[in-house]
């Protein structure tokens, strides 16, 4: 088991502390710690990337309908989500950048604000999801929308909730992390010397950005 | 193995400018695609969004995610993910388009 982080520690005491039994030295450690999650965002990728694909397919069997659900979608709060994600992912880059800099203060309020940010999305995400229940539009056989009484229709909207929603959950996972991270700048366990979990952890909070910025235009403006 | 050597010493981190940048380019991208959604552009206006949406995650996989200054295997990992999701994408759009 590693050894509790000082804040006066050396270089060499930081290495052999954080150093796993597999590798010759950190700099190995960290690649792979950054090589592994790009393999592990690839198959999150992959796994949006069947739905993707479902909406192309239906999509072009429904084209009407999908460009009716998109307008019935709320505008307003998908493309202030956009901004909201697009500027977390601004600041927990920024952090990290922070961290690089030996100012990890700077870089907790950045993680802080990374967190705030990832809140709001998900506090409009309900919004728009209880505007959606009000109306009746539910995933599959629940689908009770009077205006848009389709198959097509019904088939926009179950999209609309499988991917959002398994985004949505994504950014809770996310949230979780930030916060695992905030509390590691905070005590002093993620610093300039050594940062590679938060590194990594931003990592996945850029790919959960990344889907989002396609799904805006998918689910909100291409009516 | 180049990838941030000198990330041990503050002295030698650069600026930071290009992260605000990035911002900067990814909430105008944003502004263009929110504005071209009230120009009528036909069966483009979808082609043209996704397009947009594209040029932004690869800011943010080439600034934000660093992907730029990573190894080559990184790199590798990126691009064939992408392209295996543009080949599945593009394989259903071409098996309906000319059934």
Request: with cysteine; aromatic share 14%; proline share 2%.
């Amino acid at each position: 088991m590693s050894a509790p982080a000082t804040q006066h520690e050396t270089a060499d005491e930081t290495t052999v502390r954080r150093l796993g039994v597999q590798f010759s030295d950190l700099a190995k450690q960290d690649h792979a710690a950054r090589f592994g999650m790009w393999v592990f965002l690839a198959s999150e990728l992959l796994l949006f990337a069947g739905l993707f694909a479902l909406y192309v397919a239906y999509r072009i069997k429904y084209p009407q309908e999908f460009a009716d659900g998109v307008h019935h979608n709320a505008l307003a709060l998908g493309t202030t989500n956009t901004f909201v994600l697009i500027i977390s992912s601004f600041t927990i880059a920024y952090a990290i950048h922070m961290l690089r800099k030996d100012r990890p203060r700077v870089a907790f309020w950045l993680l802080i604000t990374t967190i705030a940010l990832g809140a709001l999305f998900l506090v409009f995400k309900g919004i728009e999801y209880s505007g959606h229940f009000a109306h009746g539009i539910f995933p599959g056989q629940l689908y009770a929308f009077a205006e848009m009484p389709t198959d097509g229709a019904r088939m926009f909207f179950t999209l609309y909730f499988f991917m959002t929603g398994l985004h949505a959950i994504h950014m809770i996972v996310g949230l979780g992390i930030v916060i695992w991270l905030a509390m590691r700048v905070w005590k002093g366990l993620a610093n300039a010397r050594y940062h590679t979990e938060v590194e990594v952890g931003a990592l996945y909070w850029h790919l959960v950005d990344g889907i989002w910025i396609f799904l805006w235009p998918l689910f909100y403006l291409t009516g | 193995m180049h990838e941030r050597e000198a990330d041990d010493d503050p002295r030698h981190v650069g600026s930071g400018l290009k992260y605000v940048a990035a911002l900067v380019a990814l909430l105008l991208l944003t502004i263009l695609t929110f504005g071209l959604h009230f120009v009528h552009l036909g069966v483009a206006g979808p082609v043209v969004a996704l397009v947009i949406a594209g040029t932004k995650v690869a800011i943010v996989a080439l600034i934000f995610m660093e992907l730029r200054e990573s190894l080559a295997a990184t790199r590798m990992v990126a691009i064939v993910t992408v392209a295996f999701v543009a080949l599945l994408c593009f394989g259903i759009v071409g098996d309906i388009a000319w059934r």
